[in-house]
């Protein structure tokens, strides 16, 4: 799809030879350079029995290539003053370097080599596969992504994107080094990995250095995914030694390809800031919670209105059915001043993402991969200031028309899910 609005300026996109896609942002007005490597694979476009071995090869791609060991890779970049980082999420890897814009070429080659030429020595992952042990037990200690992760069951059921980052422990203990090279071989492709540069820096010069540094990487598909079936249901977990009970209620909402913005918009309304009515009712006026909010997590393949609570195990009915109440309350009417509210709150995060480089590279790398092409900061602008009180009306009947999936976790009552199912009708009913 071509957008109506012309390209942003200081946005340059262009495509190597094997299909690499180089996105420079130009800031004249920093003196660092960000420069991150995407590589479309994640949790999402993992099988059940490889769920986490993208984060473990995140992990691993740091321990040793063919020319340096684990310490030269570290030393050669902190030598430069830069921040060595990596992540992986639903989607997504990512490998980033930030640092003096002057060595923007040197850190270029340098994640090339780590993405490129990783060995994952044994050695290596015998000792790095027991510090994700241990990410992944902290993980499982926490009651509020434990809940998360039940939410997403509850949400997605058996499809991929239910699975969580992290993986299992049982195929964290049995990935082998085979297995590594198995899925960097298959999923680090040319047309699914994207270098993003964002600095004072040419883009036609970092361009050829890429060609140097990415050129010769095998093709490959696009990786994609099936939609998902929203399923809907209610999931809980006990996890003794917690006072507090920890909430994720949601429904789904269309995803990034399809009309998302209402229900974007619907979500700040609902629960972003002190003066929503999320945070205004539930704990200005009643005090059940210390903090809660809502959000809207829009993927490729799908969308989630998210709303999460932390509460006390004795409030947590109450605090499920004023949530009901509310959101029935808004499938009935809006209120102007909060559309205004939501709208300049959304018009404001947008504009810290584009004062935060990484944050500005993830984004617009986010649109290459499901749009093919950057949209302009002023269709985004205008995508959010064209949405009106009877659309943000529709988007929350739309969301009440399908079940909710919650899930409960820390300290929780027997007959918890039950009750909460009650409780939503009940709040439904009162809205």
Sequence with gaps: MTSSFPADTDTHVATLSNGVRVLTLQLPHVDSVQISVFVRTGSLHESKSLNGISHVVEHMAFKGTHDRTCQQINLDAERLGADVNAHTDKDHTAYHMRGLARDAVR??????????????????????RQVILHEYTEDEDDPLSTAYKLFDKMSFGNHPLAQPVIGT???IERFTRADLLGYVQRQYTAGNVIVGIAGNVDPEALFREAETAFGSMPTGPAHTVAA????????????PGFSQTHLVLGYPIPSLREDHQAAVVAA????????????????????LVYYAACSADVFDVSGQCVIEASTSSTQLDECVTEISRLLAQHAGRIDP????????????????THERPVRRLEAAVQDLFVFGHVRPRAELAAGIAGVTGPQVREAFERMLASRASVAVAGKVPTGTNDRITARLSAGAAAG
Excluded at 337 to 352: F, G, S
């Design 107 to 128: 850190f270029l080659h340098m994640l090339a080599d780590i993405v490129r030429h990783s060995t994952f020595p044994e050695a290596e992952l015998e000792r790095e």
């Design 169 to 171: 422990r049982r195929n």
């Design 228 to 239: 998902p079936a929203y399923v809907g249901g209610v999931a809980s977990k006990r996890q």
């Design 268 to 287: 700040a309304l609902f629960g972003e800031g002190m003066s929503s009515p999320l945070m205004d009712e539930i704990r200005e006026r009643r005090g």
């Design 337 to 352: 001043v909060d559309l205004e509210r939501a709208r300049n709150q959304i018009t404001v995060r947008h504009l810290r």
